[in-house]
């Protein structure tokens, strides 16, 4: 095992000599004979770091270390080497190095959800393997805006992943192991155990998941570069058909959070994130995101969209919950930063914001897309939506008897 003086483990860690020192004194560090010191104690320092900040004295914790009441032997472990080190190289010098602009660069800081770093800090030794990503990214004539939002998304996806990640371990493994009277020891010890093997059972689990999704984003681009070739080959004759945008919410969502508590609200989003992915992804649509009380979906093609919102409709209701009501509208829409934006986006959400209970409700260029599709629509009539200049030809969908 590779072990450094203290300058350099300092350096590794972020850290002063100072305050490497101060830790040694506190018995929180346990240099060598030599006096050096290990990753492990470089992830130690790390740790302490980020107790300090969360507002934990650091005379507390070095009391609790010396009654044996705390331990950070657990970083030790392979799996805790997410907790990288610090390489010699700051942002500055690796954009003057790659060409990177350096404010592109200084974006992977916050993509690991950290805050931007200064010019002069150091780069993470894991931060390097997204630097060579943006570097060969850039090298192929990747616009640099294109870059950072791809960034972005995958900096903001990834901490709902990582946050959801950390509470089924918090739930699943720490809470029953304190609650078992384990000391903190203890706790370290049996946790750490678990997480040798999960963890990487868990990092192929993600990359398998993440490779899933990707096949069919790869194969949408398969498919428009096809059509595109055959289209201009003469071969194909193209239906453009604008996308729809679909909005599902649940009446009275807050009223029953209230007199339900956390907990309820809770389950009832895990019930209809299971009931509405299902049915959207099977007619071709996908949920974009989760608001307050509803879902905002994206169909490619409107006629498979509507027959997806009856579907969700009804098994809302049967599922027990509050029933649902939907408003879909098509037309030409923006994709930026992994959302959708525009006209169609708004008229979508004010239309379901009109829909009664149970009710899908869609404009005339839903319905004039749907046509093939065991559905049928009955005209409300001319209807002044706010926010929307004009009055609009909506009506209420339902399945064919």
């Known amino acids: 095992m590779e072990r450094y003086e203290i300058t350099a483990a300092a350096d590794r ?30 992830r130690r320092v790390r740790v302490i770091e980020g107790l300090v900040a969360s507002s934990i004295p650091l005379d ?25 080190s610090y390489t010699s190289e700051t942002f500055e010098e690796a954009s003057a190095r790659t060409g990177v602009p350096l404010d592109l660069l200084m974006m992977i800081r916050e993509a690991t959800g950290s805050a931007t770093p200064e010019p002069g800090s150091p780069i993470r030794e894991d931060e390097m393997a997204i630097l060579a990503s943006i570097e060969y990214q850039l090298s192929r004539g990747f616009r640099p805006i294109a870059v950072e939002r791809h960034l972005r998304v995958t900096g903001d996806s990834l901490r709902r992943v990582a946050e959801s ?22 706790v370290g010890a049996e946790s750490n155990e678990t997480s040798t093997v999960f ?28 059509e595109s070739t055959l289209v201009r080959a003469g ?38 994130a299971r009931l509405v992915e299902r049915t959207s992804v099977r007619y071709g649509g996908r949920p974009v995101k989760w608001l307050g009380d509803g879902v905002m979906f994206f169909f490619k093609d409107p006629g498979p969209g509507v027959v997806a919102a009856l579907e969700m409709v009804t098994g809302v209701a049967d599922a027990g919950l509050p029933p649902a009501h939907v408003g879909l509208h098509a037309g030409p829409v923006v994709f930026q930063e992994g959302d959708y934006y525009g006209q169609t986006v708004n008229v979508a959400s004010r239309i379901a914001d009109y829909a009664r209970p149970g009710e899908v409700l869609v404009s005339q260029a839903v319905v004039d897309a749907a046509h093939g599709t065991d559905v049928t629509f009955r005209e409300i009539g001319p209807v002044e939506l706010k926010g929307v200049g004009n009055a609009l030809r909506l009506h209420a969908a339902s399945m064919l008897a």
């Open 165 to 186: 990640a950390g509470d089924i371990w918090r739930s699943e493994v720490m809470e029953p192991l304190l609650a078992a009277g384990k000391t903190a020891q203890q």
């Open 199 to 226: 963890t990487p059972l868990d990092d192929a689990a993600l990359l398998a998941i993440y490779r899933g999704q990707s096949a069919h984003a790869w194969m949408a681009n398969i498919v428009a570069g096809a």
């Open 60 to 84: 507390l914790v070095a009391t609790a270390f010396r009654t044996g009441e705390f331990s950070l032997d657990f970083v030790d472990a392979p799996s805790y080497n997410l907790f990288d």
């Open 235 to 272: 071969l194909h004759d193209r239906l453009d058909r604008a996308p729809a945008m679909c909005f599902l919410d649940i009446t009275g969502y807050t009223r029953l959070t209230m007199e339900r508590g956390d907990a309820a609200a809770a389950e009832l989003a895990s019930h209809l």
């Open 13 to 42: 860690a972020g850290t002063t000599v100072e305050n490497m020192q101060q830790l040694v004194e506190l018995g929180i560090l346990r240099p060598d004979a030599d006096g050096r010191f290990s990753e492990g104690d470089v």
